[in-house]
């Protein structure tokens, strides 16, 4: 019954390089009997697990299983059937793709795991991924994990076949010149960045440049098209509405939303209008900014928008992005990796209730941040920092 499954896993693994591994890999705790993967789409999720599977269970693929739930083959199969035949020949770990894609996913994976204790389950899906809301809470039961698209550094390790390690939030700000120092004795940051903010935060970059915006922009449709309707049940006469506010804020990011007058321009309700924000928020197509990080409410006005990464940026304004938006989307993006971003008055962000950080060029003084402790410049278009002027292209080592 499973052999056509079996076949395809086969042939996957076959094809799976493992010359680059994301740093993510790293720090998932993978003998967890039960792991989710929350990603957008294109972040590189199935490769992330194919790439676990070939260096986990490469000499031996009998005790794994890799399935995609979109598969076919699941028309006519279940999801149940098929794990109960894999434990009965020996299998100990299934990794389940695109879970959101089958029906009662959550319950039939809590069953699964309640079933079969020794089944180890790994399994990913969209970013709007409910864990915690859905009618069988997996949340007392799954370790979570969210994947995002590469950082710089990431990016720069496979561009120059480097190793290049993270540095934490601290060490950059206390260390950034001697950090700097290593890095650019290594590499030239400026000849990779701009490559990067252009068409390199998603992995199919590999694939060629050539086909990368057609790709980001099928990324962008699916997401609107298929998994908003599905996991959030946008009602697909309403997609287009998305669409539109999607472009507004990308006309104008960063976005300081008048509600009023946006809801009236797009047609809908002030209520509706606001979930809308908060359901492209969790696609990963915009970034919301918030004076408060903590406790937000579903139906709460964001202070400011930006588009999720620089990619969608030049997917969307081509040669006429900002170059200052472009600046404060890479640092809100990178930062966002394992830190709370909030809205600042003094300064552009504020981050983790603590840090202020103030985005600009090679000549941006503290003037607006004056007085302020624990601030910072983050410069572009310099290598090297000092003192509490920092090189932007730094906080891409993040992650």
């Known amino acids: 019954m499973m052999e056509r499954v079996i076949e395809q896993f086969r042939r996957k693994i076959a094809s799976t390089q493992v010359r680059f591994i994301r740093q993510i890999a790293t ?18 999720k199935t490769t992330l697990l194919l790439q676990h599977i070939q260096q986990t269970f490469g000499a031996n693929l009998n005790p794994a299983l890799y399935v995609s ?3 076919l083959w699941f028309a006519e199969h279940s999801l149940l059937d098929l794990a109960d035949t894999f434990v009965k020949q020996g299998g100990t770990h299934l990794f389940l793709d695109e879970v959101h894609k ?9 069953n699964l795991y309640d079933d079969y204790p020794d089944l180890h389950i790994v399994f990913t899906g969209s970013s709007l991924l409910e864990i915690m809301n859905v009618r069988a809470d997996l949340s007392r039961r799954a370790v979570v994990y969210t994947m995002q698209g590469l950082s710089f550094r990431e990016f720069l390790n496979i561009q120059t076949d480097n190793a290049f390690t993270p540095f934490s939030l601290e060490e950059i700000l206390q260390h950034h010149e001697t950090l700097a120092i290593d890095v650019v004795s290594r590499v030239k940051p400026f000849q990779h960045l701009s490559t990067y903010l252009q068409t390199g935060y998603y992995p199919y970059f590999l694939e060629g440049l050539d086909v990368y915006p057609l790709r980001l922009e099928e990324t962008v449709q699916m997401t609107l098209e298929l998994e908003l309707p599905m996991l959030r049940h946008v009602e697909i ?3 287009h509405k998305l669409k539109q506010l999607l472009s507004i804020i990308s006309e104008s990011a960063p976005f300081i939303p008048n509600i009023s007058k946006l809801s009236e321009r797009i047609g809908i309700n002030r209520q509706t209008l606001l979930a809308y924000l908060q359901y492209l928020t969790e696609a990963k197509l915009i970034r919301s900014l918030y004076k408060d990080a903590q406790g937000i409410g579903a139906l709460q006005k964001p202070d400011k928008l930006y588009l999720e990464n620089t990619n969608l940026m030049y ?12 600046r404060e989307t890479f640092l809100a993006n990178q930062l966002s990796y394992g830190h709370v971003i909030a809205f600042s008055e003094s300064g552009d962000f504020l981050v983790d209730g603590h840090y202020t950080i103030e985005v600009g060029g090679r000549s941006k003084t503290r003037k607006q941040i004056q007085g302020l402790n624990d601030a910072y410049i983050a410069a572009d278009n310099i290598e090297y920092g000092h003192g509490k002027k ?10």
């Open 27 to 44: 720090t998932i705790q993978w003998n967890t009997r039960l792991i989710g993967i929350r990603g957008a789409r294109g972040v590189g």
């Open 69 to 71: 739930l979109d598969n």
């Open 102 to 110: 089958y029906p009662q996913w959550a319950q039939t994976i809590k």
């Open 237 to 239: 006469a309403y997609v």
């Open 315 to 326: 997917l969307f304004k081509g040669s006429l992005a900002d170059v200052g938006t472009i």
């Open 390 to 399: 920092i090189p932007l292209w730094l906080f891409g080592f993040l992650s």
